[in-house]
């Protein structure tokens, strides 16, 4: 079982963030606003004001107690270094200031290609979907060297055409892998489901993807195999629940919740320092 875990951290290994390969993009690249959690106003391509020269941020001790949400919940899918080390092979937008705009464009395309491979990673490793394995590692191939372009060419990517295939991907894999294939859960569930206390419900194999869950009362509740994608998860209690085998979690859901010691996720996920212990 532990080998089986340590081979599936290692897909996963090159689409995690690694901010110290990286030259602070989300905090040049992005938007930020105030009232998401962000030290304050900005416009896309401005540094934001606590960017130091090494990349670093001077407050990032300090990002939670501060209540600045949106910067400890980001998560670029490994985009950053990605665009930093690979796509212009270590040149930074200090260093190279006539390509720095050219370099935000392609982080934020970039980071939309990392998120498919994730989403397209996860699929491979579930059960029962040896029909549709070929067809996913195939466009797993395809988006890899989609990463690999230049600049350009990765500007020129048609992000929603392959988008819209991806999903219908994972769509076919949820499907696959779920045990009760007569059965499914979607019907009994509105996507608003902000401040809902859910610990009585049953969540197990639930299509709860694109869901509104602000806030949303999971303590203890068992959502294995439960489908999570797209799922808004910023300040929903998962204290104690188990969310080891959902479908399609990803960190920035897991950094924006409330969880603590006895959550459980999958192994490919960083359990929050911030978490209650």
Known sequence: MNNKIELIDQLFKHIKIDCSKC??????ALYFSKLDGFPADKVAGCPCKHLQSDFGCDIHSELRNKGLKGCTSYDCFGAGQKIAQI????????????????MYEAFLVMRQL?????YLTEAVTLENIVSIK???????????QMTLLKPEAILE???ESHRTQVNILLKEAYKLNRQDKKSIQKTSFEKMLIGKDLRKVNLKEADLSGAMMIAANLKECDLS???LIGVDMRDADIRGANLSKSIF??????????????TKLPSRLDRPSYWEK
């Open 225 to 227: 195999g439960a489908l």
């Open 114 to 118: 990392h998120e498919m491979l994730w």
């Open 134 to 144: 070929e067809s996913l590692q195939s466009m797993i191939e395809e988006i890899k």
């Open 23 to 28: 030259f602070g993009f989300c905090c040049v």
């Open 157 to 159: 990517i048609d992000i």
């Open 249 to 262: 979690l990803t960190q920035t859901q897991i950094n924006t919740a409330k969880g603590n010691q006895f």
């Open 87 to 102: 796509t212009y092979r270590g040149k930074s937008w200090i260093s190279s200031p006539k390509l720095a705009k050219q």
